[in-house]
């Protein structure tokens, strides 16, 4: 499985921060990236601003049956996850 496309936003989590599956919660600014896979499966992973990590959101993936919707999935997700005012 390879990616073949990707959408990048920077996001500020509500004070619960953004749970995941390899680090537990992370806080503070972030980078959000939806990454689409060869496979057609989308998966959300946060970094935190200007770092080399990228850890898996916990529950952030997805199959999409047409890849055009990678859009919509990284809007949403951005959406839900960007919450600069708590």
């Known amino acids: 499985m390879s990616v073949v496309d990707s959408r990048t936003t920077d996001i500020t989590p509500g004070p619960g921060g953004v749970m995941t599956v390899e680090v537990g919660v992370v806080t503070g600014p972030l980078t959000l990236r939806t990454e689409l896979a060869d496979t057609g499966d989308a998966t959300l992973r946060v970094q935190y601003k200007d770092a080399d990590e990228w850890y ?27 919450r600069p005012d708590g």
């Not at 898996?56 to 859009?71: E, P, Y």
């Open 56 to 82: 898996a959101v916990q529950g952030g993936s997805t199959h999409l049956a047409n890849k055009a919707d990678l859009d919509a999935v990284h809007v949403v997700a951005v959406g839900l996850l960007n």
